[in-house]
C-alpha cells in the first residue's frame, strides 16, 4: 500500500466482537481499494483484540490503535484523525455494514464536486424483525436549514474532505461524549455545502446496545446545546430561559404533553422565520416550510 491513500476510514469500537466482522469485511470488500482503514479498540473487555490481531495480520490496510484507556467515541475519532493519511475521512461504526461500491460512489462525487466539505448517504435500518430505509434529505439548502432543528445526516455513512478541514483545525468537540457529530455538522454548514446522495450506502443496525439508546438523555443535551449555539447566532444574543424552552418544545417533541402552549410557540415560529427571512442564514422559504411543518404535527399529535 502506498504511503498516502486517498481515503482514511476510522472505526472506533468497544466490546464490538458481535458484528465485528461484518463491519471490517464490508470495508476490505469495497470495490474502490485505494484506502487505509484504522481502528480504535477502546479497552474492549471481550475478544475484539482477538478478532482485529487476526485481521491486521491478513491485511497491511488496517491500522489498530488499542487506546490504554477508554477514552469514548469522541476522543478515539478524534485520535483517529491525527493520524489519518487520507484526502478523505470515511465514518464508520463497528457493528454496521457499508454497501461494497460506497466508497467508489463517495470518492467520484467528491472529486467532482470540490465545494462540497461533506456527503453522507441512505441507509438501511436493520431492527429486531424487520428492515427499513432510513430516508434523509439530499438538498444541501435543505440539510442545512434542518440542521436548524435536528441532525439530518447519519454520521457512520460520511466521507469527509479531510485535507481541507485538517488545515482549518477541524475536530470533534471533545466537550461532547455523544452528539458530536451533529455539532460538527452544524459547525461545517455555517462555511460548506453538505449533501446526502439519493443511493443506499450503509446497513445501519439498530440495537439495544446503541449509543443513542443507552446514553439518550445526554445525547439529547449535547445536541440542544448545538441548537442553542445556532439560535444565538440567528438572534444575535444570548437567549432567556423561557426562550429555551419554548426552543426545546419546538425541536424535540418526543415526549409530547396536551397543555404544549401551541400559541407560544406559534408565535416562537413567527418571530424565528421573521428573522431569518431578515438575515437570511437559511433559505427563507425552506426554512418557513420546516416550522409549519413542526408545528402542523405538533397541533395533530395534542389534538
Given amino acids: 500500500m502506498k504511503n498516502t491513500p486517498l481515503i482514511s476510514t476510522i472505526i472506533p469500537v468497544h466490546n464490538g466482537r458481535v458484528h465485528l466482522h461484518t ?74 455494514k457499508s454497501m ?17 466539505i461533506l456527503c453522507g448517504g441512505q441507509v438501511k435500518t436493520e431492527m429486531t424483525g424487520f428492515d427499513k430505509r432510513k430516508n434523509t434529505p439530499e438538498n444541501p439548502d435543505v440539510i442545512k436549514a434542518m440542521l436548524f432543528f435536528d441532525n439530518a445526516i447519519i454520521h457512520p455513512s460520511v466521507m469527509l474532505r479531510w485535507d481541507t478541514l485538517k488545515k482549518e483545525g477541524y475536530k470533534y468537540d471533545e466537550t461532547m461524549r455523544v452528539a458530536q457529530d451533529y455539532e460538527l455538522w452544524v459547525r461545517l454548514a455555517e462555511k460548506y455545502k453538505l449533501i446526502n446522495l439519493p443511493g443506499e450506502l450503509l446497513e445501519y443496525r439498530w440495537h439495544e446496545s446503541n449509543v443513542s439508546i443507552i446514553k439518550r438523555t445526554e445525547q439529547k443535551q449535547n445536541q440542544f446545546i448545538a441548537k442553542i449555539r445556532q439560535l444565538e447566532k440567528l438572534i444575535g444574543r444570548k437567549v432567556s430561559d423561557e426562550e429555551k424552552i419554548l426552543h426545546g418544545l419546538l425541536t424535540d417533541n418526543t415526549e409530547i404533553k396536551e397543555d404544549l402552549p401551541l400559541g407560544e410557540l406559534i408565535t416562537w415560529s413567527n418571530n424565528l422565520i421573521k428573522l431569518n427571512t431578515d438575515k437570511n442564514i437559511y433559505h427563507p422559504k425552506i426554512f418557513r416550510r420546516i416550522i409549519k411543518l413542526i408545528l402542523h404535527n405538533l397541533k395533530r399529535q395534542v389534538m
Avoid: W
Avoid at 485520535?79 to 489519518?84: F, H, M, Q, R, S
Fill in 23 to 96: 463491519a471490517i469485511q464490508s470495508i476490505l470488500n469495497q470495490s474502490f481499494k485505494d484506502f487505509e482503514l484504522i481502528i480504535i479498540n477502546d479497552c474492549s473487555q471481550d475478544n475484539t483484540a482477538e478478532i482485529l490481531s487476526h485481521y491486521y495480520r491478513v491485511d497491511t490496510r488496517i491500522n489498530i490503535i488499542n487506546n490504554k484507556k477508554n477514552l469514548g467515541i469522541t476522543k478515539s475519532l478524534n485520535k483517529g484523525l491525527e493520524i489519518a493519511k487520507g484526502k478523505y475521512i470515511a465514518r464508520m461504526d463497528g457493528d454496521d
Fill in 100 to 116: 461494497p461500491d460506497r466508497f467508489k460512489i463517495q470518492v467520484e462525487f467528491m472529486e467532482k464536486n470540490p465545494d462540497f
